[in-house]
């Protein structure tokens, strides 16, 4: 069974620096993995997704995240946050076998941004 | 090409009632899956629907259910409800490919009183 950990519920950075949101994900065959974000009232949106190719994947605002099979995490990174970063961030894996696979959601990181 | 929509995107309820929500995918997208996320308990997975067949289900009590029109369209359902349903319902709609990224729409909240 696939499963997502996600480290700490809510983090705080300063505007202007490092942001890095831990994911470790847990996986029979080596997964499919996703970083969704989401603004208050609003839906999911990807930020980025790892398919087997590149194992640093970037995405969109800036973000990036590396793919570590040694240490089964992908960590979600930016330089440096913006106030506009402010949001929920949600890692994802689903298995890259054939056939239908489920998507996996962690619970879950708030991260506020202190001006 | 247009994003998923959900209808209502509010919706107040009283306690035993019933509630029916709707969701439109994206064109094209044949995969549509529901989620339930109430701050204590994240994103849970309700159910997926593939041309109009359920493949997929969560833990959730059999007063939840779905369906899914030729058109790919979805709706969801719950009975009798209880305060606890209380939450943001999302739905999410993709096309079925390997590394298949989910689209999803802002969202019904209920609030059941």
């Known amino acids: 069974a696939q499963s997502v950990t996600q480290l700490g519920s809510h983090v705080s950075v300063s505007e202007g620096a490092l942001v890095l949101l831990r994911c470790n994900y847990s996986s029979s065959v080596p997964p499919y993995l996703f970083w969704y974000v989401q603004y208050p009232n609003q839906g999911l949106q990807l930020l980025l997704k790892?398919?087997?190719?590149?194992?640093l994947v970037k995405g969109i605002n800036g973000f990036e995240a590396e793919f570590k099979k040694s240490e089964t995490s992908f960590h979600l990174t930016k330089p440096s946050a913006h106030m506009s970063d402010a949001a929920e961030y949600f890692c994802a894996v689903s298995p890259s076998g054939g056939g239908y696979q489920k998507v996996t959601f962690g619970i879950g990181t708030k991260l506020q941004v202190i001006p | 090409k247009a994003g998923v929509t959900q209808t209502p995107r509010y919706l107040i309820k009283t306690r035993g009632q019933q509630v029916t929500l709707s969701c439109s995918p994206i064109?094209?997208?044949?995969?549509v899956s529901w989620y339930q996320q109430t701050p204590g308990q994240g994103l849970q997975f309700l159910f997926e629907?593939?041309?109009?067949?359920?493949?997929n289900k969560g833990n959730f009590p059999g007063r939840f259910s779905g369906r899914q029109f030729s058109n790919s369209r979805s709706e969801m359902n719950v009975s009798t409800l209880e305060l606890g349903d209380s939450a943001l319902y999302l739905c999410?709609?993709?096309?079925?490919?390997?590394?298949?990224?989910?689209?999803f729409g802002p969202g019904t909240r209920l609030t059941v009183t």
């Open positions: 790892y398919t087997s190719a590149a194992t």
């Open positions: 064109s094209g997208h044949r995969s």
């Open positions: 999410a709609s993709s096309l079925e490919d390997r590394g298949r990224e989910q689209y």
């Open positions: 629907y593939f041309s109009e067949t359920q493949r």
